[in-house]
């Protein structure tokens, strides 16, 4: 697991230590990446990563241009591996790693306000739709702001009222779910 492209193009990150975590893959991320970056999503974002796994996507985000990122997931594995992932990379000022579960609430990020939001969960939660209500009520999504989903492609997520998918993409058995509060 490498760092795609900007500031800390090439470094490495620490692999997860076992099959418990998912991390999106070089080539994926590498699409991903490229599609947020022509619609001049990345630069001077507020990121939230929740189920962040690897922080791989967050740290992602930050190598191209990113403000800052709140990583969260409850997996104290996780946790660990993304503080020691941030360490390795001394971004330590421009990230917050939050351990808890995601599918309980969101209430403690309603200060924050997100330009985009990255959403990992493990495939077989089907949590999705549940998690997007959680941020709608927790209200931390800026009036631009993107929602990231990446699920297994042969699912089908259903979107609560008041959001809307403007794009998808597929990449093999991974699909990322391109989302608004509002249209774009």
């Not at 939050?98 to 309603?110: A, E, H, P, S, Y």
């Not at 330009?115 to 959680?134: A, G, Q, R, S």
């Not at 990449?171 to 779910?177: D, K, L, N, R």
Request: charged share 25%.
């Amino acid at each position: 697991m490498r760092i795609i492209s900007g500031k800390y193009k090439k470094r490495a990150l620490l692999p997860p230590p076992d099959r418990s975590i998912r991390p999106t893959t070089d080539r994926q991320r590498e699409s991903l990446f490229n599609i947020l970056s022509n619609i001049d999503a990345i630069i001077d974002a507020r990121v939230l990563d929740l189920f962040a796994g690897t922080g791989a996507l967050g740290i992602e985000a930050l190598s191209r241009g990113a403000q800052s990122v709140v990583f969260m997931d409850n997996s104290k594995k996780a946790i660990t591996l993304i503080k020691n992932n941030i360490k390795r990379l001394q971004i330590e000022p421009f990230t917050t790693v939050i351990q808890w579960d995601v599918q309980k609430n969101l209430t403690r990020l309603r200060e924050k306000s997100f330009d985009l939001v990255f959403m990992d969960p493990p495939y077989n939660l089907f949590c999705i739709h549940e998690t997007l209500l959680k941020l709608q009520e927790a209200q931390c999504i800026n009036s631009h702001g993107i929602i990231v989903a990446e699920h297994a492609a042969r699912h089908q997520i259903i979107l609560p009222n008041g959001f809307t998918q403007f794009d998808s993409r597929t990449y093999g058995q991974t699909q990322f779910s391109f989302l608004s509060e509002n249209e774009l």
